[in-house]
């Protein structure tokens, strides 16, 4: 029974009707013409005044806890604090709080409360919500380090004036607070009101080393227009030491530039840069200083993340780039963690002279029509601004509508782009292929891919897909055509191709977007204009109901008056969103539907042979309309649904339309020691010798082109 509904059995009012009936429940509300009650069951009834006899009242906890406080003396404070104690034994905290505080009872209040301020201070992340913590809980801990967060909030933000509040409420309410003089400290130096900041130092809550550095302050603060390299260098520690990082930051970047050949600054600054995850202006400053120990053990930092044996890579690395480039190479007696990391990190990048332009390509397309074999595909790329070829940087693929060109993409983009200058931009023309639906269509947005990620140093796990009109279906059609190649995409004002069936009995139509379940893994953030005359708000919408129905990750926009254009103001949200996907490598569910025999793959299960006969063909024509290609159409289709089972040591798969299913193993799915079971439409498949072979992961590397997602091992299951 609700505990609501059992407090209301317990302590219910009852009115004694003329009738000689009674209710039972609580009163919610009277006047002079009614009562209104609601009962155990949750019903609120309404009984005219005219019709009741009499009504006994019944308190609830908090009303009789309420009663016995107002009958206490004034000053009985031991009284109040007791029944402070019994509100909490029954759980009124709030009513707890209240009483405690008129109490003056500090200690079982800070001790009350104390846990719910540390735990929304540990979530905090809002000015509002660090000062909502120092509003409701100014007697706890968690109150005083807000102080400190919001000061040094504002001092980061140059708010000198809101620190200075924040640090002085602090130093007021606590006196001899360190931190709190701390930041007075620093705001005062700053602010260069040396008097006050001589005062301060001398206080007895600092130590001998925060007076030491407080009055060299003044002294460096004074003359700060004469200073040299190392005294604005000595400067920022002061500042650090204070809590002014940005403040610091500033000084030792001045420092910087006053000498760049200073190895000392340089990597003083550089470490500065990591703390704060700027890693390219880091290497950018060690580069200048000439200090090339520092700059290479950096820069293997920044290749290589995590603890690694540094030598065994380095003896590693070029055998293994040899392996994935096809020659005979051994790395047999190689440890396999050491050969993964040499795959994922281990690739080497020119620099680019012209980082920050656009720069116009071609690339020979990877699947040529039979009458144009040396098709090529022309598209652009702009690489950011301060490209560091040792650093690994997200890109965004654009595609264009229907008869466009890369340019128009490029003029969409660019300018949202530039503004945060970590991210590639990538755009090619589609020519009369258009995107994705055929072979050559596909290839046209693969083979530019393929080639700037050769180039440049691309995390495979950032790449991004948007487009418009055919581009937004384009969006679509790659990630559905090869599951996984992206970790997200955001269509605009296009769709799903949709298979229009007819019942032959009723003559009703039904729509299906086609291949929606080879989204799953990859979020979607689609844009739609309600009123487009080219793409109907229909044909979007059979797709969205889609998606949710399969519960696939989506952020739909829906524009009432727009039509078929760009929406210029999603750029941003579409970046920001963009920003905090990374595809996942081994996902723990996965799912490919296709009754296309050239569609197989998806993650880290393949189709290698359909079940399903072909009873057809399924035509798919260039931008003109004419044909350009004709596949297979299979049935039935082959849909399977994969789901990682670490308690088994295996997955729990449901496939239908397939008559042989492969899947790719790695450490982060199953553990190589142990048998490796596979349930397959409810048949346990037990694999107990599969072991980890660094031939054929090179040989996956080498044919999915993919360093990130590597597997070590595969296993087949006959399913006929």
Excluded at 225 to 245: D, K, N, P, V, Y
Excluded at 412 to 441: I, N, Q, Y
Aim: net charge negative.
């Amino acid at each position: 029974m609700p505990v609501l509904l059992l407090l209301l059995l317990l302590l219910a009012d009852e009115i004694e009707l003329k009738t000689g009936g009674r209710l039972e429940g609580k009163i919610v509300s009277e006047n002079d013409e009614e009562v209104k009650l609601r009962t155990s069951g949750g019903a609120v009834v309404t009984v005219k005044r005219s019709e009741i006899e009499r009504i006994e009242y019944k308190e609830t906890p908090e009303e009789e806890i309420e009663r016995r406080l107002a009958a206490l003396d004034p000053d009985d404070a031991a009284g109040r604090i007791a029944l402070g104690d019994e509100a909490v034994r029954r759980r009124l905290n709030d009513l707890a709080v209240r009483i405690y505080r008129e109490a003056g009872a500090r200690e079982k209040l800070v001790a009350l409360i104390e846990p719910e301020a540390r735990r929304l201070l540990e979530r905090a992340r809002t000015l509002e919500a660090i000062e909502s913590i120092v509003t409701h809980f100014p007697e706890t801990e968690s109150a005083g380090t807000a102080h400190l967060r919001l000061g040094r909030m504002h001092l980061d933000a140059d708010n000198v004036g809101e620190a200075e509040r924040w640090f002085r409420r602090l130093y007021e309410a606590r006196p001899g607070h360190r931190d709190a003089l701390k930041g007075l400290v620093a705001v005062y130096t700053l602010m260069e009101e040396w008097e006050t900041v001589g005062a301060l130092v001398e206080d007895a809550a600092l130590d001998e080393e925060d007076r030491r550095l407080g009055r060299r302050a003044i002294e460096l603060g004074r003359r700060k227009e004469r200073l040299s390299a190392e005294e604005m260098a000595e400067w920022a520690r002061i500042c650090f030491a204070f809590g002014a990082t940005q403040s610091g930051l500033a000084r030792i970047e001045a420092a910087h530039r006053l000498d760049p050949k200073d190895a000392e600054i340089a990597g003083r600054l550089a470490d500065l840069y990591v703390d704060l995850g700027r890693l390219s202006d880091a290497l950018a400053a060690l580069r200048k200083s000439g200090a090339d120990d520092r700059l290479e053990s950096l820069a293997w930092r920044v290749r290589y993340p995590g603890e690694w044996d540094a030598g065994a890579l380095k003896s590693a690395e070029p055998l293994v780039n040899r392996a994935i480039d096809g020659e005979a190479v051994d790395l047999s007696g190689i440890d396999r963690r050491v050969v993964e990391a040499a795959v994922r990190f281990g690739r080497r990048f020119e620099p680019e002279p012209d980082a920050g332009r656009v720069l116009k390509r071609k690339v020979r397309a990877d699947a040529a029509p039979k009458d144009d074999p040396e098709w090529e595909v022309d598209y652009l790329v702009r690489p950011p601004k301060n490209y560091d070829p040792l650093l690994r940087y997200p890109l965004l693929v654009g595609l264009h509508g229907s008869h466009g060109q890369g340019e128009f993409e490029v003029a969409l983009w660019r300018r949202d782009v530039e503004k945060r200058e970590e991210m590639f931009l990538l755009c090619p023309t589609a020519g009369r292929f258009g995107w994705g639906s055929s072979t050559w269509g596909h290839s046209n947005v693969m083979s530019p891919l393929r080639a700037v990620m050769a180039r440049y140093n691309i995390d495979p796990d950032r790449v991004y897909v948007g487009g418009e009109s055919m581009g937004g279906g384009g969006s679509f059609e790659t990630v559905c055509r090869a599951p996984g190649v992206a970790a997200a995409i955001s269509p605009r004002i296009g769709t799903f191709r949709i298979l229009v069936t007819e019942d032959p009995h009723t003559g009703k139509q039904s729509r299906r977007p086609m291949n929606v379940e080879n989204l799953r893994n990859t979020p979607v953030y689609w844009i739609a204009g309600a009123k487009d005359e080219k793409v109907p708000i229909e044909m979007v919408q059979v797709g969205v109901k889609r998606m949710r129905a399969l519960d696939l990750e989506l952020v739909y926009k829906e524009y009432p008056d727009g039509g078929h254009e760009w929406f210029p103001e999603e750029n941003e949200p579409v970046l920001d969103w963009f920003a905090t996907k990374t595809r996942p490598r081994y996902p723990e569910q996965v799912e490919i539907y296709s009754d296309d025999p050239f569609i197989t793959r998806s993650w880290w299960i393949e189709v290698v042979e359909h079940g399903g006969v072909e009873i057809g063909k399924t035509p798919h024509v260039d931008m003109d309309g004419k044909l350009a290609e004709e596949r297979p159409k299979l049935k039935p289709a082959a849909h399977v649904e994969a789901r990682v089972t670490s308690s088994r040591n295996g997955f729990r798969i449901s496939a239908k339309g397939v008559n042989t299913l492969r899947v790719y193993l790695h450490d982060e799915m199953v553990d190589f020691t142990k048998p490796i079971t596979v349930t397959v439409n409810g048949k346990p498949h037990v694999f107990k010798d599969v072991k980890p072979d660094v031939a054929f992961m090179i040989q996956e590397v080498r044919r999915t082109g993919d360093r990130s997602r590597v597997y070590w091992a595969a296993i087949d299951i006959d399913m006929r």
